[in-house]
C-alpha cells in the first residue's frame, strides 16, 4: 500500500518497504523512464518497480504510461512534468 502523507510540512510517500520513494527519487532525475532504467538507478527489482508505478499511476496518478503496450512500458513523471512545463 502506498500513500501520500506529511512529514512536517512536506508531502512524502509513504509505503512499508521505501520502494517507492528509491522510485521517486529516480523519477526526478529522469521524468520519463522504463522499468529497466529505473532498475538500474534503484538496483530494485524489476517486479518492484512494476508494482510502484502501478500504484503510483492508479492509486496516486502520479505517473502515466505512454506506451500502451503490454511489454516495454515507458512511464511518464506527469506530475512534476507538469509543473516543469508552467511557464
Do not use: W
Not at 510540512?9 to 523519477?27: F, H, K, P, Y
Amino acid at each position: 500500500e502506498i500513500s501520500l502523507g506529511l512529514v512536517g510540512s512536506e508531502m512524502c510517500i509513504r509505503d512499508r518497504s521505501g520502494s517507492a520513494n528509491q522510485v521517486m527519487d529516480a523519477l526526478f532525475s529522469h521524468p520519463v523512464a522504463n522499468i529497466g532504467a529505473l532498475h538500474q538507478q534503484t538496483g530494485l527489482t524489476h517486479a518492484t518497480i512494476g508494482k510502484v508505478l502501478d500504484a503510483l499511476e492508479h492509486q496516486l496518478g502520479l505517473v502515466r504510461e505512454i506506451t500502451g503496450q503490454k511489454r516495454n512500458r515507458v512511464y511518464a513523471y506527469t506530475a512534476y512534468i507538469d509543473i516543469l512545463n508552467r511557464d
